[in-house]
């Protein structure tokens, strides 16, 4: 007979056991849908520009806007923040991101990877990364990208690839008028006196100390500058500067070396462009 009561227990342990699990099971859900429904970013599809057709294993980035000039006015160069998963043959894509700013632009390469920098022949939309879109928490917004074939190097016709690394060059600070580092932004060089036109080379982006190097494929003489956009001609009171350090604001570099201390001071702009200049885009 005392087997029952004996029975009965183990019964009752089992089910509140069983009570327990199911019970979690339902919290541990319940958290996970929680925070799915938190989620935000972006979501949309990768086309080809010239005939609406799906790209697959094209790549959508997230750059956090801290820095507008590195953004919008070199067409987000440097490592980035977020990176989608490759597309899928529909060209669809999802791109997590936490609530913020951020510049969103797509690419393909050629070789299907998802980093290095872009040559001939790769896709490319960097038109959304002009400005800046809000994300909102547990929101998605939706943007599509419309591929071009990229027919110079770089990110912009006319510029020449800054991650080119060759055995000759600059390297120098960006600095303002009170000599602190300008991070961000970028150095620029010229196979001529002509500083108002597109460069033939640009820096890597200075870091947070204002530091640059700009590659050359040879040596040379160059005509060295800096400006926050490159995309066209400086802006009224944007900040601008040339090398100082010769009455012509040009360099000599020769072969297998590289010249240091070339510091560029950048000031507000206030001159005007020659006649007939205006502003340049290349999307």
């Not at 319940?30 to 080809?48: F, I, N, P, W, Y």
């Not at 290095?116 to 990208?145: S, W």
Request: charged share 30%; aromatic share 12%.
């Amino acid at each position: 007979m005392k087997f029952l009561p004996r029975c009965r227990a183990g019964v009752v342990l089992i089910l509140t056991l069983m009570i327990c699990v199911l019970f979690l099971g339902y919290t541990l859900d319940a958290e996970a849908q929680k925070k799915k429904k938190k989620k935000s970013g972006v979501t949309g599809k990768v086309m080809l520009f010239i005939n609406g057709e799906p790209v697959e294993k094209a790549y959508v980035y997230g750059y956090v806007g801290k820095i507008e000039s590195r953004a919008a006015s070199l067409g987000i160069v440097g490592i980035t923040d977020f990176i989608s998963h490759g597309t899928k043959k529909d060209g669809n894509f999802k791109l997590d991101l936490p609530p913020g700013k951020y510049y969103i632009v797509a690419r393909k390469r050629e070789s299907n990877a998802n980093f290095g920098p872009l040559r001939p022949g790769d896709l490319y939309d960097h038109t959304l990364g002009l400005k800046a879109v809000t994300i909102r928490k547990g929101k998605y917004i939706k943007r599509d990208f419309k591929l071009r074939r990229l027919a110079e190097p770089l990110f912009f016709q006319g510029l020449t690839m800054t991650e080119r690394i060759t055995n000759q060059g600059i390297i120098g600070r960006l600095l303002d008028e009170d000599g602190n580092d300008i991070p961000g932004t970028f150095a620029m060089a010229y196979r001529d006196d002509d500083m108002y036109r597109l460069p033939d080379f640009t820096s890597t982006v200075t870091d947070d100390e204002g530091n640059y190097t700009i590659y050359f494929p040879k040596g040379g003489r160059y005509w060295i500058a800096a400006r926050t956009n490159a995309m066209r001609v400086p802006d009224q009171g944007e900040p601008f500067g040339r090398y100082e350090g010769s009455d012509d604001h040009s360099v000599v570099v020769k072969d297998n070396e590289f010249l240091r201390d070339i510091d560029i001071t950048m000031r507000p702009y206030d001159g005007d462009p020659p006649e007939g200049y205006s502003p340049v885009h290349n999307y």
